[in-house]
């Protein structure tokens, strides 16, 4: 199965970790996992102009790198969105990375689509996780879980764990 991590953090932090488990635990279960640090990434977020539905072919009008995402979208049989929650929402480049999907409609393989959020406080992430969830309904693909790590959770061993088994059952 071919996977496509889209990291949001602009900043090495806990989401690292949980993506790095992640990997681990699929590598581990004989997956081919890519990573794209979204964070580090110049992506704008979208114009709403149509270009893409109009006279782009899918191809979107902005030229930044959200280019380098597409094959990943087009591709991946699973979806993983990690990101810090920062004022109880996930990074803004992590949400130009989604919108900008519009231009092919959605994840064009991708059966299934996880989501992996720190914070450093409890209780921030319902509306990202309702998001997340409605989006997944909206493609028509299986939102397969978040998991979420908080506080002293952050990189705690037993949460990297549980991320690694995780990614192997997928």
Do not use: W
């Amino acid at each position: 199965m071919k996977i496509a991590v889209f990291n949001g953090s602009p900043r090495k932090e806990n989401t690292y970790a949980m993506v790095q488990a992640f990997r681990e635990g699929a590598e581990a279960a004989g997956h081919e996992v890519e990573e794209y640090h979204v964070g580090r990434m110049k992506i704008s977020g979208c114009l709403g102009c149509e270009y893409c539905h109009t006279k782009g072919e899918g191809v979107c009008v902005q030229k930044d790198d959200f280019e380098k995402l597409l094959p990943a979208y087009k591709e991946a049989d699973v979806v993983v969105f990690a990101s810090p929650i920062y004022y109880f929402t996930m990074t803004a480049q992590i949400e130009a990375a989604i919108q900008r999907v519009y231009c092919i409609g959605k994840p064009l393989n991708a059966k299934k689509m996880v989501l992996l959020l720190s914070s450093g406080a409890p209780g921030v992430y319902d509306s990202s996780i309702a998001q997340f969830n409605a989006y997944c309904g909206y493609c028509g693909i299986e939102f397969a879980g978040a998991i979420t790590a908080n506080g002293a959770e952050n990189g705690s061993q037993a949460k990297l764990d549980e991320i690694r088994e995780f990614a192997k059952a997928l």
